[in-house]
Each structure stands twice: as structure tokens, then as C-alpha cells.
């Protein structure tokens, strides 16, 4: 790609980009959201088209008026955002692009065929090619979006964040795959926010900031630290604001919870959350990190066990009982885009809606003071936006999940569940919000904060609660936090080998 | 890895309940019918379900590209006007005539398609207006009922064949066979579930949306007028009846709900919606067995399409996180 340019309105999301992929190499693209990565990935994939600049396929010119054509010349992408259709097949969606026909229908064995293979390439061979996508869950689905990819028998495969959503040992496989894929001879176009992932695999790296293409090394020539630096064009201090270490249990307890329980994910469930503490969720994806605390909020029918407010017991029916001034609680959903903003509606509106009814009396909103508060909130969480009567789908994924945020800060609250937040964010806003839970920990919130990124909970947290199968299996407190301590607790090495030496003993 | 036997259970679930649900609905009536079930009653009760199957059809269509098309009943009565005016005559002339209200048909689905695509607009608004522009044509054209048909023709379709299985049936399955099961095998087909189930997602996977849906919609304008010649064919006449033409618009949302049909789109059968018009059929039918007031009928027929909804989201009782109740 040459010099390739693209506006959005009054957006410059790229500007005179160059990016060279060569066959059998894998190339990672760095930079921060809004860095013109995802931009680059829609030109290449024929999902929007360039306004200048072009695009050199073995040397001569291409362009793609529609993803359809891009996919013709051997150019396969895996979106961040599923492109999985939920009510048909997994062998359907992998085929969905050019199905085998016989007497113009479709050929349901060969396609049958088809999907095995391309499922066994991407070394998911345990997912039946007749179940239904809905019935998947989100780190199978991404496995089927890749042997989707590799069914087309693309030339350059692109993915981005392709890994965002798998277990580790889906991670190791793809690893695999990937590899092997380079060896075929391959173009790979990988892109991710998980610095050991890029050394783990890439050869190349190219960096974006700003819509440019910053920098192109060879991977491994630089330090993490003058990546980060390049990312964000400015000085890289320390990511983590500095908190001081808390004597533990000197308060009451804000939030207690005794003995949670829900069907066969939450067992015995027992923790305390005292005001001015950030408490890390630890462990492996998909725990019950995320069913703990929507049990919380109240989400989960038929939850077992008890939750005291300041020393009282109290039943959280749903979000609306757990917004009230006596509990105060909030949760910073992890899917912002459904759970979190209604994406059509303003800023303005995405930001009160938790805070409605302080903001109107007799049930009307007093425009003025919501309009108020909201400018408020905009300038205190620094969300870009040029105006707040822009639809919340016009920000840019960083600033959403501020606006998230916003809308819970807006009420004031004392117990603020977040679940991982920085989830696709860039390296700036990650910072900014890093900073703004220390300052809400130190204005007295509780925060319990359920994080993938196991930097993240070295750097933020005074405690890490780590889970494993339901149940909260260690607790990890201050110099103790680290990222052995971590990834041990969170595959229950200790008890496993525990276990082993038992059975082992009694034979 | 197990076997296909569960994988291919819950992708025809609907299907399979709607079935199921006729059966049970259909052996009730037949035992308690005081006559007994001689082939004159099989007859009159198939065309009628056969009527409404097919305009069923036509909606499912529709429906599973997750649109909704409130012209079916103008339509199916379009093409009985006319139907009334032109398939009449010498043989050649009459299957002239039947192609011709096919056409009508397949035109007024593709005019819906066109404004649906390209003028953005949501299917409901754009029925909903075309339908009475279709309901008009049809007025013009038959001011008052009358008309006549190819007698032969249309006993031959609404009778019996030899062993008295009525004929109607036969035409139904011919019409699942030579427009259902090709659809539903083609890539066209597949596109139109895609677009039904996710549109970003079928878009974002190359699939030819726009001619998914022109396709579904003319599809269904074609099924619906199909509706309209066996109309002619039961009634001998044409007549712009406004009582029929929003009567069956209405019926074939519910057959298709009771058969199965998704109406978010993407999921469902057409075979599960022609159940689902045989149910609703077999409860007017049911009532008239027990010797319940015709005045009844409506309302009974609501209770049961209310109770099949419900039955449908029986599953949601078993939901224990509150967010899979608005997935």
C-alpha cells in the first residue's frame, strides 16, 4: 500500500500510509485505537474504499468495491467484530462465501467436507460442523471465524485482534496455526494490543500513530518500552498511577458477601470489599469472573448465599435496586457496544441515563441541569467528541468505554464492578483509566475490577481475588501480586499437584 | 465428536413442534368429526389449509430475511380478480392466463423488493403501502364480484383424485417442491437466512444481500398470488374482498409464528409455516366439532396462538441470567 489516505467527515483516519506484506512472513501492526489501524484493514479488505493512495496486488494496481471482491483475489479477514452468522451452521458459515454447488443447490457434503477440513486446519476439530453458531460459546465462535478464513484459501490473511475473545489453549493453538500458515507461504496480517503475542509470532512490525505509519522494524529490534513510545507519540512514564500499600481490614467492610452461589458456576463465593480498596478478579477467562459479578448487580435468577451492604443484608433484585442511593453500586459491562451505550442515541443521552432521576422532577428531565452535568463529566473523563448531541456510535472505541464509564460515574458510586474494562482500548485511554480508578478508590469507592490483562492487575490492585472453576481459590495481597503468583493461582497448579500427590499417596 | 441425530433436532425444532402440534389438533378433530372423516370433509378442509399454507409461505419468505410483508392478502386478492378475468377459456388460453397472474404476482413482490432495497425503507411502511395500492388495482378491476374461471381447471385442482385424497394437497407439495426446496438449497436461499439472522455479518461475508431479498420478496409475491388463483379456483369468482385481503395478511403472521418462523428473521421453515396454517385451520374446525358458536371462533383461535407463543417461550423459564431474556 502506497501512500493511502482516508477521511471520515471532518476525521483524518489515515494519512499517506505505506504498509508492504510480503508472502511467508507475519507482519504486526501496532498503534493505538484510532491510530488508522482498523481504517487500513476496511481498505484492504474491500469494506470501505481509500480516497487517495493506492494499492499494489504482485505489483499491479487493485482496488474492491465490496469485501466480496477483495475475497476473490485471496484476501481473507478475521474483524475484531464476528462476522459469524448466528442461526445457521457452523459448516454453513464456513462455506457461506462460496458454497459447493452441484446442479446450481448447494452440496451439503461437500460442504460438509469442506468445513471439517478447514476446522481441522485451525485445529478446532472438537466443534461439529452442524451446531448452530448462537449455541457457541464466544472463544469457540472465533475458532470457526478462523477456519472460515482459512476455507477461502486466502493468500493474505488478516486478522485483527483474532485472539481477543480464546482460552490460553486455544491461543497456543492458533499460535500453531499461524506458524504453520507462514511456513505455507502465507502473507499474515496480524494485529493486537498483547505486546508478547506480537514477539511470540511476528517478523515485522509496523507501527501507526495518528493515521501515520510511524515506524516499520524488524520484529524483536526494539524494546517493548520504544514500541509504547512510538504508539503514542510522547513521552512513555509510568503506565500505573502509584498507590500507596493499605493495611488490610482496619475498616468495616463496605460490601460483604457470604457464600454466593449460582447453579453449577458460583460456588461458595466469600469476600469483602472495604472502601478506598481496588481488589483485582484474577484467573483464566470464562471462571465466573463475569457471572460473580453480575450476581452482584443482580443480573442472575436464583443466586444462593448473602450480600451485606455496610453490615446489612440486602437483596439486589436487578440494576435498577442496585442504583440506589443506599447501595450505590455500578457495573462497567464488558460488551460496551450491547450492554453498555445505545449506540444511535447521544452522548447526552448515553451519559444521564443512569443518573435520570436525580437530573428531573415530577419524572421530567430539567435540561439544563443534564446538560450540565453531562459537559461535566465530558471535560472530567476527557471523552473526544464535537458535541454531545453526536450519536455515541460516532466515538471511537476508547471514548465509548468512557462514556460507560461516565454514564456510572454520574451517580456517584460507592461499589463500582468493572468487568475488564480495557478490553480493546488503546494504551492512552487504558492510562487515563488506570488513573481515574485510583483517584475513585481514594475518594472512597470500593472497586472490584475483573481483569484479562495480568499487568493490569499487578498495577492497579491492592488485592487480587484469583478464580478458578467458580470459586475464589487465592488471595493475592500487595508485594505478593505477581505475575508468577498469578498465572500459578490461575491454573491451580498448586492445588492440582496437591491433588495428584494425594491420589498418588492412597494407591 | 457425537452424532448429527441433536445437531439436526434443534436446527428443525420448529418445524418438528409445528408438526406435531397439527397431528395432536388434526387426530382430535378427525375422531370427534360426527360424520366421520369421509373424503368430501378431507377435501374442503385441505383446500382451505392448502389456501392459507401457501400464502404462509409467501410471508415466511419474507420473514425469515427479517422483514414482514403486510401485502400478501392485497396481493393473493389481485391476482383472484384477476384471475377471475383472464384464465378463462380455451385450454392454451387458461394456462396463458395462469401465467399471466403468476407474473402480477411476481411483479408486485419485486416492486416491494425495489422499495425495500433501494429506498431504505422498513418492509412494514413500504407493505403496508404498497398493499393498498395492490388492493386498489384489484378494486378497479372488479368494482363489484363476479367473473368466471376454467371450470375444469379448477375442479381438477380443488378435488379429489382417484382414492379420494384431494388434490389441493398434491399442488401444495408440488409448490414446496418446485419453489421451497430449491430456494431453501440455493445460495440465494442461504443469503436470504444470513441477511435474516445478521445483516452486517452477511455483509461483512461477501454475501449478495440485495439479491437475497429481491429474490425472498418477489418470491413471496409470487406464492402470494398462487393464493389468489386457488382462491378463484374454490370460489369460482373474483371479488376485491378488503375482509379477505387483510384477514389472510393477518393469519399468515400467525401461521408462521405457530410454525416455527423466527420473525427476528433467519431461523424457521416453510414446511414449519404450512403446519402452522393447518393448526390454525384445524382450530376453527375443532370448534365447529364441539358445537361451539361460530361467533367463538376468534377468540379461541387468539388463545391458542397466544398459548403456542407462550409454549415457544417456555425455554425463557429456565433462563437464569436476566440478559439472555433481552439476547
Same mark, same amino acid.
Given at each position: ?49 481509500? &480516497? ?72 478446532? &476439530? ?10 457457541? *460459546? ?15 484459501? *486466502? ?85 500505573? *498511577? *502509584? ?24 460456588? &461458595? ?174 475518594? &472512597? ?63 | ?74 396481493? %393473493? ?15 392454451? %388460453? ?23 432495497? #433501494? ?106 398470488? %398462487?393464493?389468489?388463483?386457488?382462491? @378463484? ?13 387483510? @384477514? ?30 393447518? %393448526? #390454525? ?18 377468540? #379461541? ?27
Amino acid at each position: 500500500m502506497q501512500g493511502v489516505s482516508k477521511r471520515y467527515g471532518g476525521v483524518r483516519a489515515l494519512q499517506r500510509a505505506d504498509l508492504v506484506i510480503e508472502a511467508g512472513r507475519i507482519h504486526a501492526v501496532l498503534g493505538e485505537n484510532g491510530a488508522g489501524k482498523s481504517t487500513l484493514i476496511k481498505i484492504m479488505a474491500g469494506v470501505v474504499a481509500p &480516497d487517495e493512495g493506492r494499492m499494489l496486488l504482485d505489483g499491479e494496481p487493485v482496488s474492491f468495491a465490496s469485501p466480496a471482491a477483495a475475497n476473490a483475489v485471496g484476501i481473507a479477514c478475521i474483524f475484531q467484530e464476528l462476522s459469524l452468522i448466528p442461526d445457521l451452521s457452523v459448516a454453513d458459515n464456513i462455506a457461506i462465501s462460496n458454497p459447493p454447488r452441484r446442479f446450481g443447490l448447494i452440496d451439503r457434503r461437500a460442504q460438509r467436507r469442506i468445513a471439517e477440513e478447514a476446522l481441522s486446519r485451525a485445529g478446532a &476439530d472438537n466443534i461439529h460442523p452442524l451446531a448452530l453458531v448462537k449455541d457457541l *460459546p464466544l472463544s469457540r465462535r472465533q475458532m470457526v471465524e478462523i477456519a472460515k478464513a482459512l476455507a477461502r484459501k *486466502p493468500r493474505i490473511l488478516i486478522l485483527d485482534e483474532a485472539t481477543s475473545a480464546l482460552t490460553a489453549a486455544d491461543v497456543t493453538k492458533i499460535y500453531a496455526v499461524l506458524k504453520r500458515l507462514r511456513a505455507e507461504g502465507l502473507a499474515l496480517v496480524y494485529i493486537s494490543h498483547r505486546m508478547h503475542e506480537i514477539t511470540e509470532l511476528a517478523d515485522e512490525c509496523t507501527v501507526f500513530c495518528n493515521g501515520r505509519s510511524v515506524a516499520t522494524y524488524a520484529a524483536g529490534t526494539k524494546t517493548d518500552n520504544e514500541v509504547v513510545e512510538l504508539m503514542i507519540g510522547r513521552e512513555y512514564n509510568a503506565v500505573f *498511577p *502509584p498507590h500507596a500499600a493499605r493495611a488490610a481490614s482496619e475498616t468495616a467492610p463496605l460490601l460483604e458477601v457470604r457464600k454466593l452461589g449460582w447453579s453449577d458456576r458460583l460456588t &461458595d463465593i466469600s469476600l469483602q470489599l472495604r472502601a478506598g480498596e481496588v481488589v483485582g478478579l484474577g484467573g483464566l477467562d470464562g471462571q465466573g469472573q463475569r457471572e460473580l459479578l453480575l450476581g452482584l448487580f443482580g443480573v442472575l435468577l436464583g443466586t444462593t448465599g448473602e450480600v451485606l451492604i455496610d453490615g446489612k443484608p440486602v437483596t439486589i433484585s436487578g440494576p435498577n435496586v442496585a442504583k440506589r442511593k443506599t447501595i450505590g453500586m455500578a457495573l462497567i459491562p464488558e460488551d460496551r457496544k450491547t450492554e453498555g451505550l445505545m449506540l444511535p442515541m447521544s452522548v447526552r443521552d448515553n451519559l444521564s441515563f443512569a443518573a435520570l432521576a436525580t437530573l428531573s422532577r415530577w419524572g421530567v428531565v430539567d435540561a439544563a441541569a443534564e446538560r450540565a452535568a453531562v459537559e461535566r463529566m465530558v471535560r472530567l473523563l476527557a471523552i473526544r467528541t464535537d458535541g454531545i448531541d453526536l450519536p455515541a456510535g460516532s466515538l471511537s472505541g476508547g471514548n465509548q468505554q468512557k462514556l460507560v464509564i461516565g454514564k456510572w460515574l454520574m451517580m456517584a458510586p460507592r461499589i463500582l464492578l468493572l468487568n475488564d474494562p480495557t478490553r480493546g482500548i488503546d494504551v492512552g485511554t487504558k492510562q487515563e483509566m488506570y488513573k481515574l480508578l485510583r483517584e475513585l478508590a481514594d475518594a &472512597d469507592a470500593a472497586i472490584l475490577f475483573y481483569s484479562t490483562d495480568y499487568d493490569e492487575l499487578i498495577g492497579c490492585c491492592d488485592r487480587v481475588l484469583v478464580m478458578y472453576d467458580g470459586a475464589i481459590k487465592r488471595e493475592l495481597i500487595g508485594d505478593e501480586i505477581t505475575e508468577r503468583a498469578l498465572i500459578g493461582s490461575a491454573l491451580n497448579i498448586g492445588a492440582e499437584a496437591r491433588q495428584a500427590t494425594l491420589r498418588a499417596g492412597s494407591t | 465428536m457425537s452424532g448429527d441425530g441433536p445437531y439436526w433436532l434443534r436446527e428443525h425444532r420448529g418445524t418438528l413442534l409445528a408438526f406435531a402440534g397439527f397431528v395432536v389438533m388434526f387426530t382430535i378433530y378427525a375422531t370427534n368429526h360426527p360424520a366421520g372423516l369421509d373424503a368430501n370433509v378431507a377435501t374442503t378442509a385441505a383446500n382451505k389449509g392448502v389456501l392459507l399454507a401457501i400464502v404462509a409461505m409467501a410471508q415466511t419468505l419474507v420473514v425469515l430475511t427479517s422483514g414482514i410483508d403486510l401485502s400478501v392478502g392485497a396481493v %393473493m386478492v389481485l391476482a383472484n380478480c384477476l384471475a377471475s378475468g383472464i384464465v378463462i377459456g380455451s385450454p392454451l %388460453m387458461s394456462a396463458l392466463g395462469v401465467i399471466g397472474v403468476l407474473l402480477v404476482g411476481a411483479l408486485c413482490g419485486a416492486i416491494n423488493a425495489l422499495i425495500v432495497i #433501494f429506498g431504505r425503507l422498513q418492509p412494514i411502511v413500504v407493505t403496508i403501502a404498497s398493499g393498498a395500492v395492490y388492493y386498489g388495482a384489484a378494486l378497479a378491476l372488479r368494482p363489484v364480484p363476479g367473473g368466471d374461471v376454467d371450470t375444469a381447471l379448477a375442479d381438477a385442482l380443488t378435488g379429489q383424485l382417484p382414492g379420494g385424497v384431494p388434490a389441493s394437497l398434491v399442488v401444495l407439495l408440488a409448490v414446496v417442491a418446485i419453489v421451497w426446496l430449491p430456494f431453501r438449497r440455493s445460495v440465494i436461499g442461504r443469503a436470504a437466512y444470513a441477511v435474516g439472522s445478521s445483516e452486517i455479518a452477511a455483509y461483512m461475508s461477501g454475501v449478495p444481500i440485495r439479491r437475497a431479498k429481491f429474490v425472498a420478496y418477489t418470491l413471496s409475491g409470487l406464492l402470494a398470488s %398462487m393464493a389468489g388463483l386457488f382462491v @378463484t379456483f374454490i370460489t369460482y369468482t373474483g371479488e376485491a374482498s378488503a375482509a379477505n385481503a387483510s @384477514t389472510y395478511t393477518l393469519y399468515s403472521i400467525a401461521a408462521v409464528v405457530l410454525g416455527g418462523v423466527s420473525l427476528f428473521g433467519g431461523s424457521g421453515s416453510a414446511v414449519g409455516a404450512i403446519f402452522g396454517a393447518f %393448526m #390454525f385451520r384445524t382450530i376453527g374446525d375443532l370448534l365447529f366439532v364441539f358445537n361451539v358458536e361460530p361467533l367463538w371462533q376468534p377468540l #379461541f383461535q387468539g388463545i391458542v396462538l397466544a398459548a403456542a407463543v407462550c409454549l415457544g417461550a417456555a425455554r425463557l423459564l429456565r433462563v437464569r441470567n436476566r440478559l439472555d431474556l433481552y439476547g
